[in-house]
């Protein structure tokens, strides 16, 4: 019952995940330094819609499938890993030439949902996590209680992406001079394949 469960221990639980060094958190401060707050937030929105998705796919059940499959769960780390290279591919790209605001702040939800969909740790997460504390009384978690547990980490996590991407955006103010030199963007595709380093070595089995 979710009513006997340590609250506090759960969100102090849910605090320190997200405040630990992730995908996320090196990309989103990596984006908003280069293309600002607005394509930031967008970023933000699409992470929080792919952890949505996760979410359900964990309360429903199919997200057990996917990590008991070998074949299945390799399928699905490897695209993330790819597609955080090729966001790598793109942050060396970037030159700082004009192009529409929306295009590019649709560009970052788009973008922030799919490494999101991609993220086998979140799969993983919501299954080993969530549900250990919704069913910390030992009875198996129905959905409706790992819903209601999953909203309040993707809350949390929210609230914590959104203070990354202002200090990205702080971060970028101080170099604008500087963002679009080669080395600039040099650092930042550097960073972006750390990260991807990162979820190839955590991710694996």
Do not use: C
Request: charged content about 10%; overall charge positive.
């Amino acid at each position: 019952m979710l009513s006997e469960m340590n609250w506090l221990a759960f969100l102090g639980a849910m605090a320190l995940v997200e405040l630990t060094p992730g995908p996320n958190m090196g990309w989103l401060t990596a984006l908003a330094a280069q293309q600002g707050r607005r394509v930031g937030f967008m970023a933000v929105a699409g992470i929080t819609l792919g952890l949505t998705v996760q979410l359900v796919l964990a309360a429903t059940g199919f997200s057990a499938f996917i990590a008991g499959n070998p074949l299945v769960y390799e399928v699905l780390r490897w695209a993330g890993i790819a597609f955080m290279l090729y966001l790598a591919l793109e942050a060396w790209r970037e030159t700082g030439e004009a192009s529409p605001g929306q295009a590019k702040a649709l560009e970052g939800f788009r973008r922030g949902f799919i490494a999101n969909l991609l993220n086998p740790k979140a799969l993983v997460f919501y299954i080993a996590v969530v549900t250990q504390f919704a069913g910390s009384d030992g009875e198996v978690p129905s959905a409706a209680q790992v819903l209601t547990l999953g909203s309040l980490h993707i809350l949390v996590a929210t609230l914590v992406h959104t203070g990354l991407v202002l200090m990205g955006a702080r971060l970028g103010e101080q170099i604008a001079h500087y963002r679009q030199s080669k080395w600039v963007r040099a650092g930042f595709a550097a960073a972006l394949i750390g990260v991807a380093v990162w979820m190839a070595w955590t991710s694996q089995r």
